[in-house]
């Protein structure tokens, strides 16, 4: 069974900066395409980030330049960097790996 763990979350101010990681546990034969997904209340989830096989990165046009996703696949981890966050980066946090979701993690951006 694989399970995604999401962690870096929390509360931080307007222009500030978090990095979140995601690590997979158990058996994944080979992992395609890694990505990030937000959800803010009341909305429907939506992409933030995702990078293939070969390190391509593809960002939501809301973030391009100030997020970037990473990959270390002897980790079976994926990272998102977020800088400059506004309060509309405000949003629980998936990563996605292949078919697998994780739980999320809360991303709060506030003064």
């Known amino acids: 069974q694989v399970h995604l763990v999401e962690s870096g979350g929390g509360l931080v101010q307007p222009g500030g900066s978090l990095r979140l990681s995601c690590a997979a546990s158990g058996s994944i034969l080979r992992i395609r395409g890694m990505g990030w997904y937000r959800q803010a209340p009341g909305k429907q989830r939506e992409l933030v980030a995702v990078?293939?096989?070969?390190?391509?990165?593809r960002y939501a046009d809301s973030v391009k330049g100030r997020c970037t996703i990473s990959r270390d696949n002897a980790k079976n981890t994926v990272y998102l960097q977020m800088n400059s966050l506004k309060s509309e980066d405000t949003a629980v946090y998936y990563c996605?790996?292949?078919?697998?979701w994780g739980q999320g993690t809360q991303v709060t951006v506030s003064s």
């Open positions: 990078i293939n096989s070969d390190g391509t990165p």
């Open positions: 996605t790996m292949n078919e697998y």
